[in-house]
């Protein structure tokens, strides 16, 4: 695949689903995965589901600059541009399993991005359907490791909210 002049992009095959929301989020506990306030409510909301039924998914992490915002862009203009490229948003359950495959992720900068409204340092946010309009109802999953730890968290961000540049999203490709 071939996006606006980056020829290195990163693709993962992921075994999704088989397991309950119960069974899911005891998986996370015992491995360990530490969650945040906003990943709970992701989790434990009745509109997050599962599959019973094992399926792979092929997903496509990429930088919002690589798909031509290098100023940044929203959400909506960002997803927009996803589907151009014949990317697909992903199931909001990919999080959690995506978080237990992906246990090598690179150290990410300990800094406080929560105060300055921007994805931490080497976060990759999952880019997946959003549940709620709702502002302070979590828009979806990022995942992080920080100071050795692996992490599963929820993030809040208004319509307006610019991702920069050189985040991070991973998009799906195909069911495979």
Same mark, same amino acid.
């Given at each position: 695949?071939?996006?606006?002049? *980056? #020829? ?11 397991? #309950? $929301? /119960?069974q899911?989020?005891?998986?996370? $506990? ?18 997050f589901? #599962? /599959?019973?039924? $094992?399926?792979?998914?092929?997903? *496509?992490?990429?930088? *919002? ?5 290098? %100023?940044?862009?929203?959400t ?14 992903c199931?909001?359950? @990919?999080?959690?399993? @995506? ?5 090598d ?6 800094g406080? /991005? ?21 502002? !302070?109802?979590? =828009? ?15 993030? +809040?961000? !208004? &319509?307006? &909210?610019?991702?920069?540049? %050189?985040? &991070?999203?991973?998009? +799906?490709?195909? =069911?495979?």
């Amino acid at each position: 695949m071939y996006i606006l002049g *980056v #020829t290195t992009i990163i693709t993962r095959k992921i075994e999704v689903g088989g397991l #309950t $929301k /119960s069974q899911l989020i005891q998986k996370l $506990k015992r491995n360990p995965i530490l969650v945040n306030e906003y990943g709970e409510r992701l989790l434990t909301d009745e509109k997050f589901t #599962t /599959s019973d039924t $094992k399926y792979n998914l092929q997903t *496509v992490e990429l930088t *919002v600059g690589s798909l031509g915002f290098s %100023d940044g862009a929203t959400t909506a203009q960002i997803f927009r541009k996803a589907r151009e490229l014949g990317l697909s948003l992903c199931p909001l359950e @990919l999080g959690p399993y @995506l978080r237990l495959e992906y246990l090598d992720q690179p150290e990410g900068d300990a800094g406080n /991005s929560v105060e300055r409204k921007q994805a931490p340092s080497g976060s990759i946010t999952i880019a997946s359907e959003i549940l709620s309009e709702d502002d !302070d109802f979590p =828009k979806g999953f990022y995942l992080r490791r920080t100071n050795g730890e692996l992490w599963l968290r929820g993030y +809040c961000a !208004d &319509h307006l &909210h610019v991702w920069n540049p %050189d985040d &991070h999203m991973i998009f +799906c490709q195909t =069911k495979i």
